[in-house]
């Protein structure tokens, strides 16, 4: 089993949709959780960290669910610059960062 | 301007031909890192390293070497090439304490 689970996609939505990505972990000791948006072909970057109690930051809401070990983000009113790969990253405490594979969120006009 | 730069970009090169990859930034990060992306399977981590002369393997390290003499660099050496390492690597780095990374723009290896 991966350590860090996600649907892969793609996930093919109008704009101004609004679309949720889901994503499990199996480390129950991890401390830390992130959303990471990766272009194609491009870096992955840091879009918004997960906090316990859920984060929202402008049409971006982060929800973690520690005894599910399941991290969500939800995107609303989407933009066709929000195409691109979101990667779920969870860190176990100590240790480093482990990335899921990646869902790739396509939004079209 | 912050950054992670990698070297070189692009580069096709042949079964058992020696090659580096370079990675250095200019943020005075502790922490660097190499990962290779390869697709349905993200991000994995070749080596790690927490500081100068510190180094670590991560869950992929075979076939790769790492060094760190400086702080700012952190090269990737693969001394003999296979065709299972074409891939797309990423470096990495971070400030000791913090939890984001910043990432290179990559370098997409092909090995014939």
């Known amino acids: 089993r991966k350590e860090v689970e996600q649907d892969p996609g793609p996930f093919n939505v109008p704009e101004g949709a609004t679309v949720a990505f889901n994503c499990t972990y199996s480390?129950?000791?991890?401390?830390?959780f992130f959303w990471y948006r990766q272009d194609c072909r491009k870096e992955p970057k840091l879009l918004m960290s997960?906090?316990?109690s859920g984060n929202e930051d402008g049409r971006f809401t982060a929800q973690l669910n520690r005894a599910s070990q399941y991290i969500s983000l939800l995107i609303r009113d989407s933009k066709l610059s929000d195409s691109a790969t979101y990667l779920c990253?969870?860190?176990?405490?100590?240790?480093?960062?482990?990335f899921g594979a990646g869902t790739r969120l396509t939004v079209k006009p | 301007e912050a950054q992670v730069t990698q070297n070189p970009r692009y580069l096709i090169t042949v079964t058992g031909k020696k090659l580096t990859v370079t990675c250095s930034q200019n943020?005075?990060?502790?922490?660097m890192s190499w990962y290779r992306q390869d697709p349905g399977l993200g991000l994995r981590q070749i080596y790690y390293?927490?500081?100068?002369?510190?180094?670590d393997k991560g869950d992929v390290p075979e076939g790769y070497k790492v060094s760190r003499k400086e702080k700012r660099n952190f090269p990737l050496i693969l001394e003999s090439p296979s065709p299972n390492q074409t891939s797309l690597y990423f470096c990495?780095?971070?400030?000791?304490?913090?939890?984001?990374?910043?990432f290179g723009p990559g370098t997409r290896l092909t090995v014939t």
């Open positions: 997960v906090y316990s």
């Open positions: 990253v969870v860190k176990p405490f100590q240790d480093d960062m482990r």
């Open positions: 480390n129950s000791a991890s401390q830390s």
């Open positions: 390293s927490m500081n100068v002369e510190v180094t």
């Open positions: 990495a780095s971070s400030s000791a304490g913090r939890d984001e990374q910043y």
């Open positions: 943020m005075n990060h502790e922490y």
